[in-house]
């Protein structure tokens, strides 16, 4: 583990990531794209999206978040706080959170919003029964856990940092041909302020909703961290919670417009879609370096 303050990606990848014993190893093992990308290996390989912000917090926790820490020497008993987004399976694991938290000997924090709460209070009452297909009591639920629901906009101390929640434009049932448009679940985005510097994690996100980019303008970012998901991947908006690079593109200059970027900020893509991240990582990030823009890889530090 390094010493001092700094970031470093446990893991850039979107729905379809690489981790050994994974969810998504039957799912994409006919996938060229998936495959080839495991065949390149190195930075081409990408676990669920996480984050580490030392000394001990982590943004998402998914299936392989425990291994990640292993790999690059981070020890389990300096974390002390779970920060989470939202409660796709790839940022909100509780089947990989529960085992981790029972091996602490401190209880692990975890902050999210209301499904994150209701989620981990049904997962400590109930579990699966594969032969009977059906839900029964837990027996053994995991009790170091402390859940705190936080608030859009509403500022809260987290260890050394000071974050606060705003809402991104993902997990949006639309059908807009009959302007039917239901919000299924709070997904978060957060500002994350520490020793005069501000940090935006802004994965799992759409184009920025106009209330979200209004909040936001307060701000001078250091270092921006964007969902890219679809890299150059043509796509229709109205059906996606993700960005491709067009997008983004779109997104950054309403965030210089509202003088929110720097010319020393860092703005780093990361939640890549390996099933559609064409071409490989290398070329990628070598393309976009000349824009000014670090493509994320799985062990990428920061200072922060």
């Given amino acids: 583990m390094k010493q001092g303050k700094y970031i470093q990606f446990l893991g850039t990848g ?13 799912a994409y093992k006919d996938d060229p794209k998936y495959m ?20 001990d917090i982590i943004v998402d926790f998914g299936e392989g978040a425990r291994a990640r820490l292993q790999e690059y020497g981070i020890p389990e008993r300096a974390v002390r706080h779970l920060l989470i987004t939202h409660g796709h399976y790839d940022h909100f694991f509780p089947a990989a959170i529960f085992p981790f938290a029972a091996a602490l000997d401190h ?15 049904f997962a400590q009452t109930y579990r699966w029964d594969n032969t009977r297909k059906r839900h029964i009591l ?16 509403k500022p809260f101390r987290l260890s050394s940092l000071r974050v606060t929640p705003v809402l991104a ?8 041909d009959k302007e ?30 106009p209330k979200t980019l209004e909040f936001m303008a307060r701000y001078r970012f250091d270092i921006m961290i964007l969902d890219a998901s679809y890299c150059d991947l043509a796509v229709d908006p109205t059906g996606t919670g993700h960005h491709n690079y067009a997008m983004l593109a779109e997104d950054l200059a309403e965030y210089r ?24 990582h290398e070329v990628a990030a070598e393309r976009l370096a000349k824009q000014g823009i670090t493509l994320a890889y799985d062990g990428l530090t920061l200072n922060f």
């Fill in 107 to 121: 209880p692990l924090r975890v902050y999210g919003n209301t499904m994150i709460r209701d989620a981990i209070a």
């Fill in 138 to 153: 837990n027996s053994r639920p995991v009790t170091n856990l402390r859940v705190k629901t936080v608030v859009l906009e």
């Fill in 14 to 26: 979107g729905g379809d990531y690489h981790a050994p014993g994974s969810v998504n190893e039957a």
């Fill in 180 to 209: 039917y448009t239901i919000l299924e679940q709070q997904a978060l985005n957060y500002i994350i302020e520490r020793d005069g510097k501000t940090l935006f994690y802004g994965l799992d996100c759409s184009y920025t909703l």
């Fill in 36 to 55: 080839e990308a495991l065949r390149l290996g190195g930075k081409n390989i990408r676990s669920s999206a996480s984050l580490f912000i030392a000394p």
């Fill in 257 to 280: 417009g509202a003088n929110m970027i720097k010319p020393e900020t860092i703005l780093v893509y990361s939640h890549l879609s390996t099933s559609t991240m064409v071409p490989e």
């Fill in 169 to 176: 434009a993902h997990f949006i049932n639309r059908q807009m």
